[in-house]
């Protein structure tokens, strides 16, 4: 199965709308591959929610949106059972989340007990409402996105739920000729309308099974584990990164290692998203955050320090 030549004309068809952000794409590929959700973290307008449904456009997939509100309710996330006009049954009404792809804007500003529902869904991929248990389907990511400059009326996201998500990215602002290139090719916003699809739910689904058979050295899975030993370690960091944490950043690199072509993953590949999967997972010490530390700034430190294996290809 020839994934990067698909994983192409995905990127390509994206790159009709999304200008300027060949990156972000291909990171929001990677998490499709992986089966992961992504949280988009940067300001409104620089085309977070047009990625994502560019995204399910071109896999005819279909794409739920959630607004996060503060009186945002569990059940305008999953759904509901309610009773059907002219008898007494009652019947599920599946809420947004039952789609290919959710888009959770400004997921940061519903309560936690919206967010603990979005929780189980997004682990498990199952919506239980009164103890019937609902599948969503496949493939399913939610892709959040949060502004990180205004934080008056927002919950910060739980430690356990940032960490279900396989990647955290940044947007950033396209370059003046993107900017350009945009204003040019705007109408109305109905470019998304024409977007045709090159892939389908049921090819995507192909391509996420191959992506799991990609080999992972043992040298390459000790390089993430050193990176995850040296982070909880590391002194501004109170808690490093976990098991879960290990598992993402080798599923990511096998996906990454298929968008490049090649059936086995290499340390490149881990050190290239080492940022975007683990920087999310390191809760800093209160001192470091006092001093102005991030966790990038952390990140960057463990690549400097662990050094890189030699792994011959597979």
């Known amino acids: 199965m020839d994934i990067s030549r ?20 291909r990171l929001v590929l990677v998490a499709l591959l992986a089966e992961g959700h992504l949280l988009i973290e940067d300001v409104p307008g620089v085309g977070k ?18 607004q996060f509100t503060p009186d945002l309710l569990p ?47 997004m ?27 205004e934080m008056d009326g927002t919950y910060r996201l739980p430690e356990a739920q940032l960490d279900r998500f396989l990647m955290r990215i940044k947007m950033d602002y396209p370059s003046r000729d993107a900017t350009l290139e945009i204003m040019r090719g705007y109408r109305s916003g109905r470019e998304l309308d024409d977007l045709p699809a090159v892939l389908d739910t049921a090819e995507v689904a192909e391509m996420i099974a191959a992506v799991e ?41 096998r996906a990454a290692a298929a968008v490049a072509g090649r059936d086995y993953v290499m340390p490149e590949d881990v050190k290239d998203l080492a940022p975007a ?4 997972r390191l809760i800093l010490t209160p001192q470091s955050d006092l001093d102005g530390a ?21």
């Open 75 to 121: 059940a305008d996330v999953t759904g509901t059972n309610m009773p059907e006009p002219g008898n007494q049954e009652w019947k599920f009404h599946p809420g947004p989340v039952f789609a290919n792809i959710v888009i959770a804007d400004e997921i940061n500003r519903a309560s936690p007990k919206t967010q603990s529902a979005m929780l189980q869904v």
């Open 294 to 314: 991030t966790a990038d700034e952390v990140v960057k430190d463990l690549l400097a320090a662990v050094a890189i294996p030699r792994v011959q290809n597979a």
């Open 277 to 280: 999967v683990l920087g999310h």
């Open 49 to 66: 929610t047009t990625l994502a449904r560019a995204l399910a456009h071109s896999i005819s997939g279909s794409w739920g949106r959630v």
């Open 213 to 253: 058979q990609i080999h992972v050295a043992d040298a390459v899975a000790r390089y993430i584990i050193d990176l995850a030993e040296a982070s909880r370690e590391h002194a501004a960091v109170q808690v490093g990164a976990s098991p879960r944490g290990c598992l993402a950043l080798m599923r990511a690199g």
């Open 123 to 149: 682990e498990e991929r199952t919506v239980t409402v009164d103890r019937t248990t609902h599948l969503v389907p496949r493939p399913f990511v939610v892709i959040a996105t949060q502004n990180p400059i």
């Open 6 to 25: 698909r994983t192409n004309a995905l990127a390509a068809n994206i790159e009709q709308v999304v200008k300027g952000k060949p990156e972000a794409i």
